[in-house]
Nanobody
Framework: QVQLVESGGGSVQAGGPLRLSCQAS????????MGWFRQAPGKERDFVAG????????HYTDSVKGRFTISRVNAKNTVYLQMNSLKPEDTAVYYC????????????????WGQGTQVTVSS
């Protein structure tokens, strides 16, 4: 069992940065691949970024490549999402999730979810 709590959301102007954090409970954090998803109002929850168990491999959806960076510190049971050059279309609730699938990109490949944190980007 893994419990996830996101933090770091807020309001920012277009072009600005924001860093999200996800704190996990439990002693098995390092055995899970981690991902970030986002959901805008009226839309489906979409994959944003993922990182493998050891943190060496990452993958991103095309729209955030070069702007977002996912990382993890297993000793702190924490995964991060550094978001730079934010755009209004990045506005959404952001969720972190844990998976036993190494490079999962769909919601049904993730077993545990946080409660989400709101990110609002104004133009």
């Amino acid at each position: 069992q893994v419990q996830l709590v996101e933090s770091g959301g807020g309001s920012v102007q277009a072009g600005g940065p924001l860093r999200l954090s996800c704190q996990a409970s439990g002693r098995t954090f390092s055995s899970y691949a981690m991902g970030w998803f986002r959901q805008a109002p009226g839309k489906e929850r979409d994959f944003v970024a993922g990182v493998t168990q050891g943190g060496l491999n990452t993958h991103y959806t095309d729209s955030v490549k070069g702007r977002f960076t996912i990382s993890r510190v297993n000793a702190k049971n924490t995964v991060y999402l550094q978001m730079n050059s934010l755009k209004p279309e990045d506005t959404a609730v952001y969720y972190c999730a844990a998976s036993t699938v190494r490079r999962g990109t769909s919601t049904n490949e993730y077993d545990y979810w946080g409660q989400g944190t709101q990110v609002t980007v104004s133009s």
